[in-house]
């Protein structure tokens, strides 16, 4: 009996990881080794898993803070703009779960969904993404820029997402049901614009795999920062020094806008090298005003020990 038991839970754990596999374009393995920068935890389709509360974090940063962070590291292609959205003032912030779709062909198109039926698959491949999305991802599709009939999803599908989420998407490709999906609260959706039309000779050639979107490149596990500059995909080994720079410079920039308030400096003293007198200044500041440090203050502490002001 026991092994009887043995031998049926071993054949259930091969068929999950057979669908695993045919989910994605790539291999677990290959996943692993592309963003081997990451030390962490990971999904169990190799996606890194960046923490919740280091989403949080992420969200309240601004875009050009961690642009700033990213160019400096040589990650010169991880921001692009000229989005349309529904909500100009609810940011997205999440980990990445990409999708590749490319222009249809009849056996192209009859394959993919063979394969995809029998690993379970159900219905047309642009909602194949979403059977795989947990709390916290955001759903990445690139549709080749795809307008007209190349709407990705409408506000069913958008409700769906919605609820594995708690996010939102980011599509190089359009969307429909606007009116649907700005009723979704806490939603939002940066596409390239919104068309009434169905989607038609459009299927999906990669799951979990890297992806363009416009000029940026994003890896599966990437945490997304969609704000109404635009979005930027930051690597996951890097959202912490990320974070925790754009939160610093943030708070240096309030201390520093209330000094040139109060006529103590000028903005040359600011904006330039600090001087001593300026950092013990900053130091009895943070100490009145803890309330402002958004990261704990031991975090904060050995950053500055490691910084150049």
């Known amino acids: 009996m026991k092994l009887k038991v043995f031998s049926l839970l071993t054949s259930l754990c091969l068929i999950g990881s057979l669908a695993v596999v045919r989910a994605q374009t790539i291999s677990k393995e290959e996943l692993i080794f592309l963003t081997s920068e990451w030390k962490g935890e990971r999904f169990p389709d190799g996606r890194p898993r960046v923490s919740d509360d280091m989403i949080r974090r992420v969200k ?26 529904i909500h100009n003032d609810v940011p997205i912030a999440g980990r990445a779960l990409t999708a590749q779709f490319m222009p249809s062909r009849p056996d192209i198109e009859k394959n993919i969904k063979e394969r995809g039926q029998k690993a379970g698959r159900i219905g047309n491949t642009n909602s194949w993404p979403i059977d795989q999305l947990s709390k916290g991802d955001v759903y990445v599709a690139d549709g080749f820029g795809k307008i007209a009939q190349g709407t990705l999803i409408g506000d069913n599908l958008g409700n769906s997402i919605f609820a594995k989420t708690g996010t939102g998407v980011i599509f190089d490709a359009s969307s429909r049901d606007l009116e649907g999906l700005s009723k979704i609260e806490g939603f939002n959706a940066f596409v390239r614009d919104w068309d009434p039309s169905y989607l038609k000779d459009v299927v999906l050639t990669g799951l979990n795999t890297p992806i363009r ?23 996951a080994h890097l959202v912490e020094k990320v974070v925790l720079t754009a939160e610093f410079i943030a708070i240096r920039d309030k201390f520093g806008i209330q000094m040139l308030k109060e006529g103590k400096y000028t903005p040359g003293q600011i904006d330039s090298q600090w001087t001593d007198k300026l950092k013990e200044d900053f130091l009895k500041w943070l100490d009145k005003n803890p309330k402002e440090i958004p990261m704990k203050r031991s975090e904060l502490d050995e950053y500055m020990k490691k910084r150049t002001w």
């Open 60 to 85: 309240e940063i601004a875009i050009e803070e961690a642009w700033v962070v990213l160019q400096n590291e040589g990650y010169n292609c991880q921001f692009d703009g000229n989005w349309k959205m």
């Open 213 to 235: 979107i416009g000029r940026a490149i994003v890896l599966p596990g990437d945490v997304v920062l969609a704000k109404r500059e635009g979005v930027i995909f930051i690597p």
